[in-house]
Nanobody, 124 residues
Framework: QVQLVESGGGLVQAGGSLRLSCAAS????????MGWFRQAPGKEREFVAG????????DYADSVKDQFTISRDNDKNTVYLQMNSLKPEDTAVYYC?????????????????WGQGTQVTVSS
């Protein structure tokens, strides 16, 4: 069992930056692929970024490539999402997710555990 708790969301002006954190419980964190997803009001959940258990494979949605950076610290059981040059369209609830057998990090159905989400609001 893995519990995930996101933090770091908030209100920021366009062009600003935020760093989201996702703290995981359990001793097997380093064996999980981690992903970040987001869901804006009235829209479906969408993939943002994913990182393999050892960090050797990283995937980004085209919409955030070169803007967001995902990283993880297995000693701290934490995954991060550094978000730069934020735009109003980045406004959403951001969720982190964990999965052991992820073939495609963008597929939310392959993740086993989800956090409660953290709100990110970007004002214009």
């Amino acid at each position: 069992q893995v519990q995930l708790v996101e933090s770091g969301g908030g209100l920021v002006q366009a062009g600003g930056s935020l760093r989201l954190s996702c703290a995981a419980s359990g001793r097997s964190f380093s064996t999980y692929t981690m992903g970040w997803f987001r869901q804006a009001p009235g829209k479906e959940r969408e993939f943002v970024a994913g990182i393999s258990w050892g960090g050797s494979r990283i995937d980004y949605a085209d919409s955030v490539k070169d803007q967001f950076t995902i990283s993880r610290d297995n000693d701290k059981n934490t995954v991060y999402l550094q978000m730069n040059s934020l735009k109003p369209e980045d406004t959403a609830v951001y969720y982190c997710a964990a999965g052991r057998y992820i073939l495609r990090s963008a597929d939310h159905r392959q993740y086993d555990y989800w956090g409660q989400g953290t709100q990110v609001t970007v004002s214009s």
